[in-house]
């Protein structure tokens, strides 16, 4: 009540809306990806689900993340470690990821949009950076190189 987004009731209705049944290990995945805060990993609801109600199946988990993708509550980032899922409100930031050391850093998409207009103007493209991981070197791995 009260609190705004999509949470595991919304989800799991968009789901039966579908014509999912919502068996106690779908509702279990349903409900550990609604909760969690930022981005997620298949592998990681996979071995926590799998901790919580035995004999949930990884292909479950793959089938579960793939419909939530297409009722919209859930997109796709191509991570440095893979692909992650967000919830559709969070995803308003671009990940930097470090190609030293894999430290992850999220960037608003509001200090892209400068760069996403120029790039519209000049070349009739409009590029979505939020889509996958922007690789380059982070603040400390920059320092230790330069002693
Ligand atoms: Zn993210
Ligand atoms: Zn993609
Ligand atoms: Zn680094």
Redesign the pocket.
Known sequence: MGSSGTGTGDAVELLRGQGMRMTPQRLAIVDEIMSTAGYIIPTTVIERVQAKVPGVSPSTVYRTLERLEQVGVLTHVHLEQGTGYHRLEEVQHAHLT??????DLELPRSSLRSLERRIERDHGFRPDFTHHAIAG??????ERAQQ
């Not at 470090?98 to 430290?103: A, H, P, Y």
């Not at 070197?137 to 920059?142: E, I, N, R, S």
């Open positions: 470090c190609s030293r050391c894999g430290t070197v982070c603040a400390a791995c920059l």
